[in-house]
């Protein structure tokens, strides 16, 4: 393990792009969050990203001739080497979505749980499909789907669960590679809860294969730059006691991030309070007894945290997923996001397929929205408090999500020294019928009429937005989607 | 107003249609709901519509050949007169749906509703675009809008408001008819609460135009065919006494239906008590008081109803429509649908644009899902009892909402006497990665990977599709909406 040691990802510093790019030259109108309450948008602005996908420029009134005469002379490029991309008028460039929590294995079952919750949903539906997966041509099939897909939703960074196998995992951070999507890539440890055909058989050979995944991806991606492998035990109640000792130290050793479930559903909690007394009816304890708090763990769900656990992971600079299609389809709870963030907790956002329905980090966004209004009913409370705004939303899903993967320099906005993972979102405009006869739906559902603000064009898009609204994708300043 | 009597609706007897039809013959699997918990398929079976747009024949086991030497002969078809439609291998017929509330004239404000609740986002966002609607170039383009985009998520009947004003009412009903989408339309009565440049200024001149709306409909589809008038007393708040008294008894000469909002928002509820303190602090009363609890009468959300009011709401044989996005929107609560069903009153969903933010009752049956999850969680409960499943929200969205509309004998389901109102419904079936390259993303968001049961395929289609999956759409056999 000597080999893997810490890696520092570089800032676009590198000379070893996979694939030679061009310089670029984005002008339009880019919009990002500046807080977590509010919008920047910078109308007639052109972006320049340099040939190793980073952020080198960002003017605001800068059209293309501006650009020519004072950014182009500036870095020293000649404008006939400079890619030039123009968003049409209503089109704006926005960062690309960061999904937190998500199984690239059960992509397949997305939609399926019947009216089942987290246990029973895992041994039914779950634990059958990922075991299936060691299959590499049913994983190849899964995995290049998974990516396509939420690449095409404007997912530019994805941290993922695979399975226990080996190969099947290695074979999900190739795809990532050759796809150009940005990861983090979790070879699932668990030693117990499973069935017996899906199962490591113990600690060591978990932390073995483990090992193994670590060092497939540093092999094929040294600096980290786009593939970061991530430590991953599925859950507690999945995780004997030495199985999590030894990746908590694996953790310290290598500095890596990690990735669990925590307090997602009472059953699982009762269960957990069960397996480990020592803790003291404490989820997060449990983790923190094995070091696997730390600023770099992503905890998934946490529906149902207490004051002290709560306390415990802002105090430890552990980060939250929060994944509200997810809680709400498996009936896992609404997880009380004004409550973390008033505690100074980062949250991001996650589909978590298959738990969640949805590929769509956007689908997330707009749930959240709903989420935390039943919050706000349920507790019977007329103030606004609980409520989360569009504005917010769009911040988890960015800047938020960049922080949970522990990237926020690097990812989730757009300022110079940034890398260019953004996505191009073009909205329908509603025209004279005659116009629409034959070219209207394939826009899909929002529908700008031309009376809107910036801001409602924004809500509109959170709304009713899909895929079909995000017409190019890039990461490291490489074109990874474009619809036709 | 002696000569809009009550006309009754022909049951496909009639010999008028508008566009005169061939007879159709349509192959393939056919699923619509047997109960409310089940749904039933039909694989491999031939349904034959008649001219005038009525089921004449449905046969299960019946390919093409079967069907001309049985089918066509029972009924004196000839082969080369009947257009034969085939569904793909995967896809299937499924009921229209039908969204028993909406607002046409808000369509436009989709999405936008900012933190606000139903009283304030009255007068912030709704009552200023409803009276920019009297403009009818403005009515025609969102009209317009609105009917294309309901029929193209398999929207075939639509219970819609409209606004006060008495032209632009009309122009929506004409719409309707020439596209074909079968609607029940509605000219808003308001005569208080609104803004001065959006009133009826009397209830004699609310009455009036009320009159003069169905009218209109029933001069340009005399047997309601296609049309039907609908009196709309917006919601007790906005409606005088008198007025409703005047309504009250229109319904009662007409036998016309009626529609409006019950109960939505706790603000609100607390408005009509003091607005209506002989009622008892019941708001089902205030509307029983003027004769406005019709069999026929749709009440929107019912979502804070007490045990009283819904005792009352079941004896008057009254509908609800259950609009959960708008619901969840604009934090007005989460309808206890279980509930309500278990009293024995028929429910069915609305879209409710734009307090909803989703023209798809496809997104409300999905949301319906999850709201239900919410209120399972809130009572702390873990039983299944508040949970609406897959099948369940199919049969709100069809049979169910027909029963809302009072047209359960014509619509909803697939059976000799009624009319075909149907959408054929595709799913993407995820082959070898090659063949996605370029071809993928038009397909929508439900992914098949070849070994699911059809029950998981219509559970994928009701968590992640959308109007790219409803392919083709008739109203009364006739098509109405075709994706390219």
């Given at each position: 393990m000597?080999?893997?040691?810490?890696p520092?990802?570089?800032?676009?510093?590198?000379?070893e792009?996979?694939s030679p790019?061009?310089?670029k030259?984005f002008?339009?109108?880019?919009i990002?969050?500046k807080t977590l309450t509010?919008l920047e948008y910078?109308?007639?602005?052109?972006?320049?990203v340099?040939?190793?996908g980073t952020?080198?420029a960002?003017s605001?009134?800068?059209?293309?001739?501006?650009?020519?005469?004072?950014i182009l002379p500036?870095?020293s490029?000649?404008?006939?080497d400079?890619?030039?991309i123009?968003?049409k008028p209503?089109?704006?460039f926005?960062?690309g979505?960061?999904?937190?929590?998500?199984?690239a294995s059960?992509?397949?079952n997305v939609g399926?749980?019947g009216?089942?919750?987290?246990?029973?949903?895992l041994n039914?539906y779950?634990f059958?499909?990922?075991?299936?997966l060691s299959?590499?041509p049913?994983?190849?099939?899964?995995y290049?789907?998974v990516?396509?897909?939420t690449?095409?939703h404007?997912?530019?960074?994805?941290?993922?669960y695979?399975t226990?196998d080996?190969?099947?995992?290695n074979l999900?951070?190739?795809?990532c590679l050759?796809?150009?999507?940005?990861?983090?890539?979790g070879?699932?440890?668990?030693d117990?809860?499973?069935?017996?055909y899906?199962?490591?058989?113990?600690?060591?050979?978990s932390l073995?294969?483990t090992k193994q995944?670590?060092?497939h991806?540093?092999?094929?991606?040294?600096k980290m730059?786009?593939?970061?492998?991530i430590?991953?035990?599925?859950?507690?109640p999945?995780?004997s006691?030495?199985?999590?000792?030894?990746?908590?130290?694996?953790?310290?050793?290598t500095?890596?991030p990690?990735?669990t479930?925590?307090?997602?559903?009472?059953n699982?909690?009762?269960l957990?309070?069960?397996l480990?007394?020592?803790a003291?009816?404490?989820y997060?304890?449990v983790?923190?007894?094995f070091?696997?708090l730390?600023?770099?763990?992503?905890?998934a769900?946490?529906?149902?945290?207490t004051e002290k656990e709560?306390?415990?992971?802002?105090e430890?600079r552990s980060?939250?997923?929060?994944c509200?299609?997810?809680?709400?389809?498996?009936t896992?709870?609404?997880?009380?996001?004004r409550?973390?963030?008033?505690?100074?907790?980062?949250?991001?956002?996650?589909?978590d397929?298959?738990g969640?329905?949805?590929?769509?980090?956007?689908e997330a966004?707009?749930?959240?929205v709903?989420v935390?209004?039943?919050i706000?009913m349920?507790?019977?409370?007329?103030?606004?408090?609980d409520k989360?705004s569009v504005e917010?939303?769009?911040y988890?899903a960015?800047?938020?999500?960049?922080?949970?993967?522990g990237?926020?320099r690097?990812?989730g906005?757009?300022e110079?020294?940034m890398?260019?993972?953004v996505?191009?979102?073009?909205?329908?405009?509603?025209g004279d019928?005659?116009?629409?006869?034959d070219?209207?739906e394939?826009?899909?559902?929002v529908?700008?009429?031309?009376?809107e603000?910036?801001e409602e064009?924004?809500?509109?898009?959170v709304?009713?937005?899909d895929d079909?609204n995000?017409?190019?994708v890039?990461?490291r300043?490489r074109?990874?989607?474009?619809?036709?």
């Amino acid at each position: 393990m000597g080999d893997i040691g810490m890696p520092t990802a570089t800032l676009g510093g590198s000379t070893e792009t996979k694939s030679p790019s061009r310089n670029k030259l984005f002008l339009g109108t880019f919009i990002h969050s500046k807080t977590l309450t509010e919008l920047e948008y910078l109308h007639n602005a052109a972006v320049a990203v340099n040939s190793l996908g980073t952020i080198v420029a960002v003017s605001p009134d800068t059209d293309l001739a501006k650009a020519q005469t004072t950014i182009l002379p500036q870095l020293s490029w000649l404008s006939e080497d400079t890619e030039i991309i123009v968003a049409k008028p209503g089109q704006f460039f926005f960062p690309g979505f960061i999904d937190t929590h998500l199984h690239a294995s059960q992509y397949p079952n997305v939609g399926l749980f019947g009216n089942s919750t987290l246990l029973d949903w895992l041994n039914t539906y779950t634990f059958p499909l990922e075991a299936s997966l060691s299959s590499l041509p049913k994983a190849q099939k899964v995995y290049s789907r998974v990516i396509r897909k939420t690449l095409s939703h404007g997912t530019t960074t994805a941290a993922y669960y695979a399975t226990i196998d080996v190969p099947a995992t290695n074979l999900l951070a190739d795809l990532c590679l050759s796809s150009g999507q940005r990861a983090l890539i979790g070879r699932v440890c668990m030693d117990q809860l499973g069935p017996s055909y899906y199962l490591d058989e113990s600690p060591a050979e978990s932390l073995t294969k483990t090992k193994q995944c670590i060092e497939h991806v540093l092999t094929k991606d040294p600096k980290m730059e786009l593939i970061t492998p991530i430590i991953t035990p599925r859950f507690a109640p999945a995780c004997s006691a030495p199985l999590m000792k030894e990746l908590g130290q694996l953790a310290k050793e290598t500095d890596l991030p990690v990735q669990t479930h925590i307090s997602e559903n009472k059953n699982e909690i009762a269960l957990v309070a069960s397996l480990f007394p020592d803790a003291g009816d404490s989820y997060a304890e449990v983790y923190d007894m094995f070091g696997l708090l730390t600023p770099k763990t992503i905890l998934a769900h946490a529906v149902h945290l207490t004051e002290k656990e709560a306390d415990l992971v802002r105090e430890r600079r552990s980060k939250v997923s929060h994944c509200p299609c997810s809680n709400s389809a498996i009936t896992s709870g609404a997880a009380r996001v004004r409550w973390l963030l008033d505690k100074g907790i980062e949250v991001g956002l996650g589909t978590d397929m298959s738990g969640g329905y949805s590929p769509s980090v956007l689908e997330a966004a707009r749930h959240a929205v709903l989420v935390s209004r039943h919050i706000c009913m349920d507790e019977g409370r007329s103030e606004e408090r609980d409520k989360l705004s569009v504005e917010e939303v769009l911040y988890l899903a960015t800047r938020g999500g960049a922080k949970v993967v522990g990237m926020e320099r690097k990812i989730g906005g757009l300022e110079v020294g940034m890398e260019w993972d953004v996505q191009l979102v073009g909205l329908h405009e509603v025209g004279d019928e005659e116009e629409e006869e034959d070219g209207g739906e394939e826009e899909g559902n929002v529908d700008v009429f031309g009376w809107e603000s910036w801001e409602e064009k924004v809500a509109k898009w959170v709304y009713n937005g899909d895929d079909r609204n995000t017409k190019k994708v890039w990461v490291r300043g490489r074109l990874v989607h474009e619809r036709r």
